[in-house]
């Protein structure tokens, strides 16, 4: 099976699908939301069989990139900043792609290496 292909896919369901209206709304202002947002999107990678210091890795990454991402889009919006509102969720959901395949093929690297 392609792992990247799979990881896509697994990152468009856990940080759409099961992202809840509460998550989405007060992750930009609540870190408690934040965390259980990260915490319930890295559970797809665990259920897949991705190994735990792959998943926790990505899950204090995604962490960290939606605690500035989510301010910056909050921020844009209510400042009618629409065009740079949807730029960001781009530059978001890239470096989520970006930090979830290099650190595939870096675990992969590690793993055949030592």
Not at 4 to 16: G, K, P, R, S, T
């Amino acid at each position: 099976m392609n792992y990247i292909l799979l990881i896509i896919w697994i990152h468009f369901i856990a940080d759409f699908i099961l992202q809840n209206d509460k998550m989405a709304i007060n992750k930009s202002s609540n870190n408690k939301w934040l965390f259980i947002h990260s915490f319930v999107y890295s559970i797809p990678f665990l259920i897949v069989g991705f190994s735990l210091n792959y998943v926790l890795f990505n899950g204090i990454f995604h962490f960290i990139v939606d605690w500035f991402t989510s301010r910056g889009t909050t921020k844009l919006w209510k400042e009618n900043k629409r065009h740079w509102f949807f730029v960001l969720i781009g530059f978001d959901q890239m470096l989520h792609l970006t930090i979830l395949i290099v650190s595939y093929y870096a675990e992969f690297y590690w793993e055949v290496v030592f």
